[in-house]
């Protein structure tokens, strides 16, 4: 396990208690699972081969005229109902491991924390506040939530698509995937301020995105070269980006890639991190059900969560 050296000793202590005992249990479903996904292997290859052989003698007879190439695409769609079935045993550990093992991992960060693959963030909520790109399908995944420092914390990972047509077909691209991250703030905000990418002032400033919400010019002409910000209320959106507040966004934009966008909406402050990683994942199904992997991995990306609170202040009860 790998841990900080001044909280190494208390999260040996919640892993001895909470996790170990159920490993053995885990440990015996991850080796049953293995051996069902192998059985249903030797079978899913024997029924293939024989229709595969099927298939090739029959192929003479098929009127494929100008597109024999659809005999073979047919021969890879008939692959994926074994691939599915295959996976059904290791799919259903795996939500096994976070429906049971999770829980108990988030415990260790404090007592009100929860994880769920059910719960997801207000989709109407996030569409409110103007930092979501257009898209077309929205898909949520792991939801946690808890309190920081007396700041309340939600983060849910998230998939935004949308179709496009090309070369007079449609195809599915990713517009935003990575995590939403909602913090508490001491205070409701009067206005409705949105601090986004700088995709050049004029495309931003031209986006339907913002209607109802006025450019706000600031005195830093380096800030201004990274995000671009609206809002109902020019006052209210200087008083809020304050010369050390937009230092302390800027700092935690180049953590990650400059890939990041906000808002003061109501009384939170929504921050939206692009990240290719798919986050809270368990190790691989062939490593041993110890989940010292898992818990270690965990601890060190909520402890990024943490740093943003701490980063931005947001814990300070005279505000931002």
Known sequence: MQAPSEELEAFKAHYQQHIEPLTSKFESARVASLKACRGRLYLSAAIYAALLLLAMLFKPMLNLGSAPELFYVGLVVLLLPFIWWLYRPIKHYKQDVKQRIYPQIFKYFGSDFIFSREHKMSLSKLKASK??????????????????????????????????????RTETQTVFRGVMVELSSHKSFD?????????????????????????????????????DVFSTDQIEARFLLTVTFM????????????????????????????????????????????????????????KQLFAIVDLLKLDRSMGL
């Open 191 to 227: 206005g409705h301020t949105v601090v986004i990418k700088n995709r050049g002032g004029l495309i931003n400033f031209l986006s339907g995105s913002f209607k109802g919400l006025e450019r706000v010019k600031l005195e830093d002409p380096i800030f201004e070269k990274q995000f």
């Open 131 to 168: 930092i979501l790109p257009y898209y077309d399908n929205a898909n949520f995944d792991d939801y946690v939530q808890g309190t920081y420092k007396g700041v309340e914390i939600a983060l849910n990972e998230l998939h935004l698509t949308k179709q496009v047509q090309r070369d007079k």
């Open 247 to 302: 230092e302390r966004l800027q700092a935690l934009s180049a953590s990650f890639d400059n890939k990041i966008q906000c808002a003061f909406y109501q009384d939170r402050l929504l921050i939206m991190l692009q990240s290719k990683d798919n986050r809270f994942e368990m190790a691989s199904i062939f490593k041993g059900a110890t989940f010292e992997y898992e818990f270690s991995q965990i601890n060190k990306e909520m």
